[in-house]
Structures are given as C-alpha cells and as structure tokens.
C-alpha cells in the first residue's frame, strides 16, 4: 500500500487547522488504498521518509524562514533521504524540478506555509533544501496569510487529497 508522509510543524491554530485539513483530505474515502503517516517534524525520521512514497511538508513562515523544527527535520535526515551536496558544501541540485509533474521516478512533494506576514521566505528555504533531494513537486505551493478562513482550509485539503490521488 502506497505510504504518504506528512511531515509538519503545527506551533499555532492556524498550521493546526491547515495540518488537520490536509490530514483530512488526504484520508478522503474515495482514496482508499493510501496509507497516510503524519509526523511531527522534531519527531520524523529518515526512516519514515524512505518508507514513504510521498511527502507532504507543513511549516509556519518565522521570520521569513521555515520553522526552526522543520528545519531540525532536513538537518537531521538530509544525507540519509538522498540529499546531494556540491563540493563547496552547498546543496547540490539533483535535477528534481519545482514544477508539478516534473521528475518522473523521483518522490512526489507538496508543502503548506502559514505566515502572519509574509511566506515568501519560508517557501524559498523549504525549497531551497528540497531542491537537493530526490523529490519532484507534485502540487503547487500553498501559502496562506493571516486568518485560516474555510477557503484555506478548502485549499489544503485539495492539497492532501491532490498528494493523496498521486500515489493511487
């Protein structure tokens, strides 16, 4: 059975009510036969990403930056879930693509960013890292500001579905 990882840091109402949207979408029942893990991104392993046959990430923006806990997530795990670095130390492109659909054979991605002000930043980071491992975007970013309105909440669970539906 096809394993989807979401691995989150939920601090706040607002990511815990997109986390537990995405969740729920994820969990649609016309989606049988998809094996849904969520993980607290301090608590998430390489172990439970190499398990996983996709990966559905979700931060709150801090300072324009992803949480320091998903950050501890990629730190911890990087090397292990097939992360590349170039000679100077940097990450070092694999060739996953941002785009949705690119990177056939390499692990499906989606991520939800919530920021007060601004989550440019945070996705510029996640991305940066995600970047340098085997893993492809399979959906759009979701970034919401301010509020988690029923829109939002609409948004992620598409998110969770969207992921979900790719591994079926």
Do not use: C
């Amino acid at each position: 059975m096809p394993r989807l990882l979401v691995v989150h840091h939920s601090p706040t109402a607002s990511v815990t009510a997109l986390t537990d949207a995405v969740l729920a979408g994820a969990a649609d029942p016309e989606l049988a036969g998809v094996e849904v893990v969520a993980r607290p991104a301090l608590e998430a392993s390489a172990d439970d990403v190499l398990a996983a046959d996709g990966v559905l990430l979700g931060t709150s923006a801090n300072f324009g930056y992803m949480s320091g806990a998903l950050k501890h997530f990629f730190d911890s795990t990087f090397l292990d879930i097939g992360g590349s670095l170039s000679p100077e130390g940097s990450g070092a492109g694999s060739g996953a693509g941002s785009g949705a659909g690119s990177g056939a054979g390499r692990t499906p991605y989606g991520l939800y960013v919530h920021g007060r002000y601004d989550t440019e930043g945070a996705v510029r980071s996640v991305q940066s890292i995600v970047g340098a491992l085997p893993w492809a975007q399979a959906a759009p970013v979701l970034a919401v500001l301010g509020d988690v309105d029923d829109a939002a909440r609409a948004a992620a669970y598409e998110l969770g579905a969207t992921l979900a539906a790719l591994l079926t």
